[in-house]
């Protein structure tokens, strides 16, 4: 049985009189459902989604968002699934070994592909006119060439993390919250190729060798992938988007992560050179709050950034972007964050910015904060500024150096000025809970002390949201005199709780 033929059987399958008597809540799918089909389903594979809030010159795409909410009605399948599975795996066949190909653009790639798409439907003689034959190319291309289920919740700017247990399993974040979403893959095969297409493009790979890969798309999104056999029920894939537009202190503002007399003074503690240490939890913002630091960085320094997979957004122009590699399949060539770090001090640097620091690079971290590298800032995983210290002194002890505790302390209370602790709350909002400052050793113990704390006392409104804020405490910081040396003015009144509202904008 040729396409045409099967066409024509799922469309008679679907208008049976079993079909219409079976369910009274929809109507029977008319002989045009094919077309309404590709409509629904027909996305541009001419260039690749843009994401929320980049512009393209290319042709437009169909908005899928809308159809998120919607779902195809119990027991009717997608009368083209079966031709566009087909039709996918010719394409495949014909072109499989050249989708990687790196002497090929993305255009010409595309062109390619459409082209032998062409010949594959026009082969079967199906019996779609040339609009829907058309629409059924571009839905195919953006199976075999885009991301398939994932473009349309890449391209909805609601959505902020994508997660795939397995193939039929799909799962976003909206405001905080998970949500299961009517998308799928059409199998494990497919879903393999998506992940094998997005790690190509940063030159990693995936295998039953290296079953586990961090990657990048081109915005700057963050993936993870592991597949069979450590991922027991199939391949799994997580995507944590970031805006096209990178967000901005008052975006962060109104959006209730922090006050303007915070933004004020982590504005100053940057202008004046103070190292900063960002701590939170996973999915914090930490990254996000990195972001909207470096963007106080005067923009005639010279920046040099260091990242497993590249992800900030540097608005400066100044910059120079250093990504680490793993090993190839033979074992050889990886360079580490901390191979990256040490480099990076004989690259003429006014700022390093890490994008974390997890392993032994915090040791090279912190030498170069303590020689002379001032106003460096860089991210760690923990939940609270004293565990942030701990922390830094677990990973300082990964460097193998066998330093005693006291020097690596004496060490940590040198170099870091500031840890701004951010946390994600019950309702799902990122906020600022601490501006700590690092005072010092008394005795063997690292000294701090906060400068803004956040006020749970307000409590929560109808609405489930979080109604409390970061608030000074009342101590004016040391490090408000080295602000001062700089000539950066912070008023007194900045540091009061009862005097906050005396404070005018950002300068």
Partial sequence: MNLNDRLNALRAQETSPDDAQSSTATSPVPPEVGEETVRASAMSFAAPAAMPGETSSKPSQVDLTSREPQQRPAGVADPLAAIK??????????????????SLTEEQLHQLA?????????????????????????????DVLGYGPLEPLLADPTVSEIMVNRFDRLYVERNGRLQET?????????????IERIVSKVGRRIDESSPLVDARLEDGSRV?????PLAVDGASLTIRKFAGTPYTVNDLIDFGSMTREAATVLDAAVRAKLNILVSGGTGTGKTTLLNVLSAFIPGDERIITIEDAVELQLQQEHVVRLESRPSNIEGRGEITIRDLVRNSLRMRPDRIVVGEVRGAESLDMLQAMNTGHEGSISTVHANSPRDAISRMETLVLMAGMDLPLRAIREQIASAIDIIVQIGRHKDGVRRLTHITEVHGMEGDIITLQDAFTFDYSAGF??????????????????????????????PVSLFQPDLREMLGEVR
């Fill in 461 to 490: 409104d109808n609405e489930g949201r979080l109604l409390g804020r970061i608030e000074p405490t009342g101590v004016r910081p040391r490090f408000a005199e080295r602000i001062a040396d700089h000539g950066i003015a912070l």
């Fill in 85 to 102: 599975e087909k039709a996918a795996e010719e394409l495949f066949g014909r072109i499989g070994s050249r989708l990687n190909d790196a």
């Fill in 182 to 194: 009517s998308h799928r893959f059409t199998g494990e095969p497919q879903l393999r190729r998506v």
């Fill in 114 to 142: 459409r082209a032998e798409l062409a010949d594959i439907v026009a082969g079967e003689q199906l019996a779609l006119s040339t609009a829907q034959r058309n629409r059924l190319i571009d839905d195919i291309g953006a």
């Fill in 224 to 228: 993870n992938a592991i597949i069979p």
